[in-house]
């Protein structure tokens, strides 16, 4: 009788005198294993249903199909290890249910069912090393995604603190990336690149965090000498984070997010296609938002002066996909910044 703690074996096997002779086999061994035995794919399906067995052993051919139908690959997906049994012995009936998903096989012969205990006893180590490597990686990959978390975590709290220093841009690149990432998803980039534009969109201005803040926040137009200065936010954004490793091109993108395709943008004049798309996207959604919003020179042309702005440099000096999908989205889709621009105190 079996303990409850015993495992439970499933004997799948259409031959009385093969399924007796695994029987005695293991009722010879020293293992306590319950066995449940039945002939057919159809039962080997309802006995599974009825309560999984810790491992199951199938001949290969039987009357209603054939075990390869009852594999899953990989094998560590099924709920349980299969070894699969054989009459045959050839080769390529063992490498087909080895690529089907079996965790091994044995060629039926007096002596396979002498050492079935150890066929058992190999395959439920090789199926709880498998299930030991999968939570492994699974445990991996939750400390990988924690990492990611804590990283972008910190380059978003970099983006605030720029924010906090240049009152007149505060929310800028909020509300910049919400346009971004709506552009994004009208062009249908995948998730995993919008994923890296949206945190390059919430930080593409930290370059301004080694401008001086009288020159962020002056209220009146900025000389000849102070705009270069800001000209080199791109790359003095690129230089903070460049070193930190990301899943995202985003020190990348925040480089390239003042250049126009007609190479008449800043620092570098890329064009064309040698600007990366996600830095394409955002150069036009940050025109339409700097240009929706009040500057300390000037007040707010507002929306629709911005999406003239945008319409004119269509394929010109933006990129003509980029900037149709833009109009598309304001004008069509209904986007709108939710957060309101900041006005004139
Ligand atoms: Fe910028």
Known sequence: MAKAEDLSLLLVED?????????????????????????????????????????????LVLPDGRALEALTCPPEDAPFPIVVMTSFGNEQTAVAAMK????????KSPETFAQISHTISRALRAWNG??????AEERLNETLQRLR???????????????????????HQQRTTKLAVAIAEEMGLPAEKIDGLRLAGEIHDLGKISMPSEILSKPSRLT????????????KGYGILKDVELPWPVAEIVYQHHERIDGSGYPRGFQGTEIILEARILAVADTVEAMASHRPYRGAPGIDAALREIEKGKGVIYDDEVASACLRVIREKGFAFDDPAPVKA
């Open 130 to 135: 498998l299930q030991e490597r999968r939570r």
């Open 149 to 171: 978390q804590a990283v972008t975590s910190t380059i978003r709290v970099l983006g605030l603190t720029v924010e906090a220093r240049d009152p007149y841009t505060a929310g």
């Open 15 to 59: 031959e009385p005198a093969h399924a007796e002779a695994v029987r005695r086999s293991l009722a010879a061994s020293d293992m306590n294993m319950e066995v449940r035995a039945v002939g057919t794919l159809r039962e080997y399906r309802k006995a599974v249903a009825a309560r999984p067995p810790d491992i199951a052993l199938l001949d």
């Open 224 to 235: 000849p000498f102070e705009f270069d200065l800001v000209k080199t936010h791109p790359r």
């Open 100 to 107: 089907a998903g079996a965790i091994d096989y044995l060629v």
